[in-house]
């Protein structure tokens, strides 16, 4: 894969002090609190619907919290200069709606905005930008393409490469592996830990794939019905007990031979 050029801007830390959040009447956040370093690689996992959607979004400043305090160095996330956050925090949501037919290499440019000023044309920098993110995606071949002709895999690397083109030292990705093969899965939790282990950004994944999580992941989130109820190493977060209690199945947790990260296997019951 490419080198990817590094942000410019300066690391970010996260500290969530007790947030509950509410969709109209129906709590999905409820006492939420935890704090990111700068340069973590922060895995999300837990049921569906144990509220890692919303977190995540808050940690981006989409949403605000109904109650308690959401910062980015000292600053309340959802009241950053909305062009201030999105040259600080890439967001790559789980699903997208797309309706006009834009080009592969233009929904990629879009990332380019926030670093745009004067009449907001293109720079070489920000075409070298889009250009290295596609490459690092592998759709470098795809660039002409319409992004409303792609498959759902195809469209969700380009979602990725767009939020690469940003540079942010921060990355906020929400299942972006829920849409891809085996092999573009693993590819991408390589590009994800040299941008965290080389460049030193911050990346926080929501993911269903434990093993991935526990394979790349510094530390890791588990939740359950808008709670966080373990934050630590993996090796801490993937115990067989914990995860029978929280997912209401069978498991086995063994480390795994090469590099002794704990693995998870699914039990079947007799």
Same mark, same amino acid.
């Not at 911050?202 to 526990?214: P, R, W």
């Not at 510094?218 to 090796?235: H, K, N, S, W, Y």
């Given at each position: 894969?490419?080198?990817?050029?590094?942000?410019?801007?300066?690391?970010?830390?996260?500290?969530?002090?007790?947030?509950?959040?509410?969709?109209?009447?129906?709590?999905?956040?409820?006492?939420?609190?935890?704090?990111?370093?700068?340069?973590?690689?922060?895995?999300?996992?837990?049921?569906?619907?144990?509220?890692?959607?919303?977190?995540?979004?808050?940690?981006?400043?989409?949403?605000?919290?109904?109650?308690?305090?959401?910062?980015?160095?000292?600053?309340?996330?959802?009241?950053?200069?909305?062009?201030?956050?999105?040259?600080?925090?890439? $967001?790559?949501?789980? =699903?997208?709606?797309?309706?006009?037919?834009?080009? !592969?290499?233009?929904?990629? @440019? /879009?990332? +380019?905005?926030?670093?745009?000023?004067?009449?907001?044309?293109?720079?070489?920098?920000?075409?070298?930008?889009?250009?290295?993110?596609?490459?690092?995606?592998?759709?470098?071949?795809?660039?002409?393409?319409?992004?409303?002709?792609?498959?759902?895999?195809?469209?969700?690397?380009?979602?990725?490469?767009?939020?690469?083109?940003?540079?942010?030292?921060?990355?906020? $990705?929400?299942?972006? =592996?829920?849409?891809?093969?085996?092999?573009?899965? !693993?590819?991408?939790?390589? @590009? /994800?830990? +040299?941008?965290?282990?080389?460049?030193?950004?911050?990346?926080?994944?929501?993911?269903?794939?434990?093993?991935?999580?526990?394979?790349?992941?510094?530390?890791?989130?588990?939740?359950?019905?808008?709670?966080?109820?373990?934050?630590?190493?993996?090796?801490?977060?993937?115990?067989?007990?914990?995860?029978?209690?929280?997912?209401?199945?069978?498991?086995?947790?063994?480390?795994?031979?090469?590099?002794?990260?704990?693995?998870?296997?699914?039990?079947?019951?007799?």
């Amino acid at each position: 894969m490419t080198t990817l050029p590094p942000s410019h801007a300066p690391p970010v830390c996260f500290i969530l002090k007790d947030v509950s959040f509410a969709y109209d009447s129906a709590p999905v956040l409820d006492g939420v609190s935890l704090s990111i370093d700068p340069g973590e690689f922060i895995g999300i996992v837990g049921p569906n619907g144990a509220g890692k959607t919303t977190l995540i979004r808050i940690l981006s400043g989409m949403l605000a919290p109904d109650a308690g305090e959401a910062l980015a160095d000292g600053s309340t996330v959802a009241r950053i200069d909305t062009r201030e956050r999105a040259r600080r925090i890439a $967001l790559v949501p789980q =699903n997208e709606t797309v309706a006009f037919p834009w080009s !592969v290499h233009a929904m990629v @440019l /879009l990332g +380019r905005h926030p670093h745009r000023s004067g009449l907001g044309f293109e720079r070489r920098e920000d075409f070298a930008a889009a250009r290295e993110a596609m490459e690092a995606m592998r759709i470098e071949h795809l660039a002409e393409r319409s992004v409303l002709d792609l498959s759902g895999g195809e469209l969700h690397r380009v979602l990725i490469a767009r939020a690469l083109a940003q540079q942010t030292p921060v990355l906020l $990705l929400d299942e972006p =592996n829920a849409h891809l093969d085996l092999r573009h899965q !693993v590819a991408l939790f390589e @590009l /994800l830990s +040299r941008l965290h282990g080389l460049e030193g950004r911050t990346i926080v994944i929501i993911t269903h794939d434990l093993n991935l999580a526990g394979m790349y992941c510094d530390r890791i989130v588990l939740m359950d019905d808008g709670r966080i109820v373990a934050f630590d190493v993996p090796e801490r977060v993937l115990e067989e007990e914990l995860l029978m209690q929280h997912f209401g199945v069978p498991v086995r947790v063994q480390p795994d031979p090469d590099t002794n990260r704990p693995m998870v296997r699914v039990r079947r019951t007799p």
